[in-house]
């Protein structure tokens, strides 16, 4: 690990330390502003500091930074400073970090949604991965979900494969209430 990494893995650690230490002392307002505290910081230092997070989400000595690192990546996928890849990487990222935790899921189709290309990388996600393979815990309700939220932005993305594949996965569901609702879903998209 080269200087540059070394201070960001530095820099990540004491930021998340503070707001860990007031969290541990019951302030219960204590937030975190990964993006202002860590990530202009390193871009003053290295405007190329995406290639520095990639390369760290990947690098055990910094694996206790690993999940604050890829939070920080997926605000710039809402800022739309992510190339096609490092957006990618955020979605793989995604399957690694909710297991457990749905809302991560949710995090990061809102923050890939953003931009045009996000959406396409939800979209594509949704229907060769999640409707494909459906091989990640809620699949179903995963895809729907990425497809609503692409949906209110790109809805012209949306395909007609992909809206057949829904349909299709629709149909298989056996919780009523839960085909309602997908029902329901694929009545918008439709119309858009």
Excluded at 20 to 39: C, K, T, W
Aim: glycine share 6%; aromatic share 10%.
């Amino acid at each position: 690990m080269d200087a540059y990494m070394q201070r960001a893995v530095e820099l990540f650690r004491e930021k998340v330390g503070i707001y860990q230490r007031r969290r541990d002392e019951g302030d219960a307002f204590a937030s975190i502003h990964l993006y202002g505290d860590v990530v202009a910081v390193l871009k003053e230092e290295n405007p190329d500091v995406v290639a520095t997070l990639i390369t760290l989400l990947n690098d055990n000595e910094a694996s206790d930074m690993h999940y604050w690192i890829f939070i920080a990546m997926r605000g710039m996928a809402q800022r739309g400073e992510l190339s096609h890849d490092a957006m990618r990487i955020v979605l793989v990222h995604t399957i690694f970090f909710a297991t457990g935790d749905y809302e991560e899921w949710y995090k990061s189709s809102n923050a890939l949604a953003c931009s045009s290309e996000g959406a396409q990388i939800l979209l594509d996600f949704a229907e060769n991965h999640l409707l494909g393979k459906r091989d990640v815990r809620g699949w179903r309700w995963f895809a729907f979900q990425m497809v609503g939220i692409v949906s209110i932005r790109h809805a012209s993305l949306i395909s007609t494969s992909l809206k057949d594949k829904l349909k299709e996965a629709m149909d298989q569901e056996t919780d009523t209430k839960v085909k309602r609702m997908f029902q329901e879903f694929l009545a918008v998209i439709e119309k858009s």
